[in-house]
């Protein structure tokens, strides 16, 4: 399969999804007139907690939900200064949390020296790893041995504990090697409730429908992933799937695009909005520029103005307190118990 | 009005039917509500239960509504379909243990 912007496919661009989000033919409410009618008049930032840098678009697989639209005929990644200037704001604001993304970010030849630079500043380290990259070729296997060596936190991604379901989303034989990879991260001690180890597994549904209770898939994932393949984990992230790229584009292929905005919508819960990751979080993209979170990246909506807009501006400037740009993809992550790349949020 | 009996969109309007008997409409939603809670049953439990009902009394509104909930609840697709035979189990089994009492009655008439 091919990537949306492989295919010239007009969601692809950014400014398009905007507009079919924001069309006023969809009866949606804005989500800053829903916010107001709770009560909520500004959304701001409270902190700069974690840094989440997204070093490239290429990835191994091309999952059909993808909301970055990666794949490997994406070749953007970041560039060696960019990495630099991250490691300057690191520095500059003590970010205490580096979440590293793509693609499959271990496919950037830099990977391993940001890793361990950004270790060697002491900041928690957290790499969004899709598993089957661990064991697509002969020298992504000692990953699991890297991860270990720099203490980084690997969020991995399974959709399902079915392969049916998994391979339906992921393509063919995903399930099967996204197994495999998780034994080898158990082999070092992964997810295995060594606090220096910790192997968190990411669920978003592999379809138009919301995750249900975080908890109870969590014990379903570990149950059914123990019995059938001996494999463990520590915590599960139910994750919405944000009506982006590839989502979006799916949604509207199915005809489950109305459906699906209207139950985001009727699934507003205002008790999601104070713990909202765009609020303590620094979105960077590939070519350095700044946003709320990785969504507003992937629409390309910037930090709100007068922010800095480059990753190189982000040392001398102060963004607690700015305020978040919003959309009606917002939606995604304060429906039911909210959304966010840790999960829950309630 | 729609020239057919079920029209999905329609499921979106059931709580409309307090319009007509409010009191008894939110008695039952009420009660609704409290059945799908955790109780002794877990809430994926009843929501399997819910389904395997939904295609026992074959409304097309509840197979919809308890798809969507047994998925969102993490149920694979083969919890989903063994839910249904339960449902197909008792069903063929309430006609065909009413075979008995035509063997009695074939026996009684027959002297057999």
């Known amino acids: 399969m091919k990537s949306l912007a492989a295919k010239r496919h007009p969601l692809s661009a950014a400014a398009r999804q905007v507009q079919l989000l924001e069309d006023p033919v969809h009866d949606l409410p804005g989500f800053r007139e829903t916010l107001e009618r709770h009560g909520i008049r500004t959304l701001r930032s409270t902190a700069l907690g974690t840094l989440q840098v997204n070093i490239g678009k290429m990835c191994n697989q091309t999952c059909v939900h993808c909301h970055v639209d990666a794949g490997p005929d994406r070749k953007e990644r970041m560039d060696r200064p960019t990495m630099e200037a991250c490691l300057q704001a690191i520095d500059a604001h003590q970010i205490g949390i580096v979440d590293i993304t793509g693609g499959a970010p271990e496919m950037h030849p830099d990977f391993r020296w940001f890793v361990a630079e950004v270790r060697k500043r002491g900041a928690r380290i957290i790499v969004r790893c899709n598993l089957t990259i661990i064991v697509s070729n002969k020298k992504y296997r000692d990953l699991p041995e890297f991860y270990r060596s720099q203490g980084v936190e690997v969020v991995c991604s399974l959709p399902f504990y079915t392969a049916g379901r998994t391979d339906r989303q992921r393509g063919d034989g995903v399930f099967e090697r996204s197994i495999e990879a998780l034994r080898l991260l158990n082999a070092v001690g992964y997810g295995t409730g060594d606090s220096d180890k910790v192997l968190n597994m990411v669920y978003n549904p592999a379809g138009a429908f919301l995750p249900g209770s975080q908890s109870d898939l969590e014990q379903q994932f570990k149950k059914a992933l123990l019995k059938d393949h001996g494999i463990s984990f520590d915590a599960l992230f139910a994750i919405t799937n944000l009506p982006i790229s590839r989502f979006l584009e799916q949604l509207q292929k199915s005809g489950n695009y109305e459906e699906y905005m209207e139950k985001l919508v009727n699934a507003f819960n205002p008790v999601t909005v104070e713990g909202l990751m765009c609020r303590t979080m620094v979105s960077v993209g590939h070519d350095g520029m700044l946003y709320d979170c990785d969504f507003n990246q992937m629409l390309e909506m910037p930090l709100s103005a007068g922010m800095p807009r480059h990753i190189a501006d982000l040392p001398n400037a102060s963004v607690i307190g700015r305020n978040i740009v919003t959309g009606r993809h917002c939606y995604g992550c304060t429906a039911g118990a909210g959304s966010s790349c840790g999960g829950a949020t309630t | ?112």
Request: hydrophobic share 40%; glycine share 6%; net charge negative.
């Open chain 2, 1 to 112: 009005m729609e020239n057919n009996y079920y029209d999905p969109a329609d499921l979106k309007k059931f709580g409309k039917i307090t319009e007509y008997q409010k009191e008894l409409g939110d008695k039952y939603f009420s009660y609704y509500n409290d059945v799908f809670k955790e109780g002794a049953l877990t809430a994926r439990e009843k929501a399997l239960i819910a389904l395997a009902v939904s295609h026992t009394v074959q409304c097309p509104y509840c197979i919809d509504a308890y798809t969507v909930d047994t998925l969102e609840k993490g149920c694979s697709e083969e919890q989903m379909m063994e839910a249904v035979h339960v449902a197909a189990a008792i069903r063929s089994g309430a006609s065909l243990v009413h075979s008995v009492q035509m063997m009695n009655k074939v026996k009684a008439l027959t002297h057999g």
